[in-house]
Structures are given as structure tokens and as C-alpha cells.
């Protein structure tokens, strides 16, 4: 089986969540489904962060390499003799 990404296993989360907590008002939790909706609850947490990193670090990277392709492209600067 193919490891979801994080992206897709977020958006399945929320969703389930989302139903939970639907549930939730017409019946309470279990403590089982209390447990259940709060491990959920972290890793939602987890996976929004580490998207978030990823996103930070890309961005910069991108930035990195402009700034260096900005560097590689200035033209040499002319040197003034003073005599």
C-alpha cells in the first residue's frame, strides 16, 4: 500500500473530524472516540505544521537560488583607474 501524503491524509482527517464532532452533538463520546478524535486532533496539528515547515523551506530555497541567479547575472563591475 502506497503511504498517503500529507496532504491527502489532512484533508481525509479534517473530514472525519469534521463528522465526529457532527456526531458528537446528537450522542457525546465514548471515551474511546474521545481518545480517537484527540489523536486525530494531533496529528492534524503534526501534518499542518510539517506542510507549513515544508512550504517555509521551499519559499527559501527559491529565494536562495534567485538571489544567486541575480548574483550570476550582474555584470562585472568596471573598475575605475585613478591616476
Do not use: C, T
Not at 8 to 34: C, I, M, N, T, W
Not at 40 to 59: G, T
Request: hydrophobic share 30%.
Amino acid at each position: 500500500m502506497v503511504p498517503e501524503k500529507r496532504e491527502a491524509e489532512l484533508k481525509r482527517l479534517l473530514k472525519e473530524q469534521h463528522k465526529a464532532r457532527h456526531d458528537e452533538v446528537f450522542g457525546g463520546f465514548s471515551p474511546a472516540e474521545r481518545a480517537e478524535y484527540e489523536g486525530k486532533a494531533d496529528r492534524i496539528h503534526a501534518l499542518e505544521s510539517e506542510i507549513q515547515a515544508s512550504a517555509v523551506s521551499k519559499n527559501g530555497s527559491l529565494s536562495a537560488k534567485a538571489e544567486q541567479e541575480r548574483q550570476w547575472n550582474k555584470e562585472p563591475e568596471k573598475r575605475h583607474s585613478s591616476s
